[in-house]
């Protein structure tokens, strides 16, 4: 399998080729030219195996060039070693005939951003010993909160690589600046930025796109590369849990094999939701892939009349990883629904980039709703979903889970489809504890005291809180470097030297 850009005609790359080059030269992003389909009793064939080895078949159909071997050490050394605290690593959790939840934040940082980036960085620094490239990558990451934490815990002590997270010291979280000041590993960098998240976002950007800085690095040994959700390398990875997804319900007898499922998806960057897409395309029974926005809605917009509008205001909102105007994924869905039309994809994104806007014809629209339905639920609702869930099936649901909570629950009732759902959950409650708790108890939330907020969930979830946000109670501080925004540059190049 080779993987080309949906925008151009840049040369064929192998696997490990993409995901060591993350985008490709002409702006556009790797995909495999063609989707493998798969035989009938390939996903017969999964329901008795681990998750592990469920992941090794559906990764060895895209990772080509990749042996078996290497294939089983990414796999294992990413899911195995009780790096995730249940051994199902995504458990399917059935809470009533129609009602069933897919886990995927069992992980070491309790969201689901850990699924693909505890894999990606053993991809990557595979890739690095299958093609002889002798530079040391550097990864550079400017975070919000969740991803930085994520890359941290997936990249730490990997060969080959260094981690360098940049945050900006008032835009995180107390969790979430305890959780990356104590990062331990032999390559990880952790620095406060004095200023707000896009301050240090256009620090990176800036720092990626400084060709003399870049060429500077380059002699020195090093190369920069990033771990965000375009990388080929983290949306294969979330492939894996739809199949397993499926498996689990058939072995449940939940499903009959070959039975259709609708997956509910609380989506912002469209990675989660497009490797359902690749999923569909492969042979799993999938009748429609439901996305769930937030007030941030404009993929909603988008699934319903084909036209994309980034101009509109940003919300921030109770579930804040799905706060996005630009979910650059979806220019891969829209590769494949053409069928691989370069030159209508490159269009539609420079006019992305100019006017901040572009239509879809209503061909494909079409075809893109024979597949995708979509809804959006603002933070009252989110809340009141919450609550609802809890006193119905006592069960806890964070803030992104409750959106496509919502959402699924229209769904039904808008189209009378009886298929059975999937609702993905995305993040552990306690992740989100502040308004959880809102939604739940309002006395219970105490501003300024996390721990206290992580034990009253823990009374009414009857569920443990997890060893990454408990063990911050007693932690040793790591790092402590700050640096001004306009100075990003010059900590890049002393941590290497
Ligand atoms: C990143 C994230 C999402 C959105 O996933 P995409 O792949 O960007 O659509 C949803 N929920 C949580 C908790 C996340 O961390």
Redesign the pocket.
Known sequence: MRYISTRGNEKELTAAGAIIAGIADDGGLFVPNHIPVLENNFIESLINLSYQNRAKKILAEFLTDYTEAEVSACVERAYGNQKFDIDLIAPVVNLSEDTNVLELWHGPTS???DMALQLLPQLMSTALKKTGEKAEIIILVATSG?TGKAALEGFKDVDQIRIMVFYPQEGVSQMQRLQMVSQKGNNVSVIAVHGNFDDAQTGVKNIFNDEEFNKNLNEAGFQLSSAN?INWGRLVPQIVYYFSAYADLVKENKLKMGDKVNFV?????????LAGYYAKRMGLPVHKLICASNANNVLTDFLQTGTYNRNRAFHKTA?P??D?LI?S?LERLLFHIGGGDKVQVKAWMESLNKNGEYTVGADYLAKIKEVFWADWADDTKTAGKIKSVYEKHQYVA?T?TAVAWEVADRYKKVTGDTTVNVIVS??SPY?FNASVLAALDKSKVTEGNEFAMLDALEKISGMKVPEGLDSLRTIKILHKQQCEKEDMKKVVMSLVK
Not at 265 to 273: E, L, S
């Open positions: 969201a689901f951003k969740d959700s998806v609380p989506t912002g960057n469209f990675g989660n939701i579930s990883s799905m996005i979910s994924n964070d992104h995305t993040a992740k």
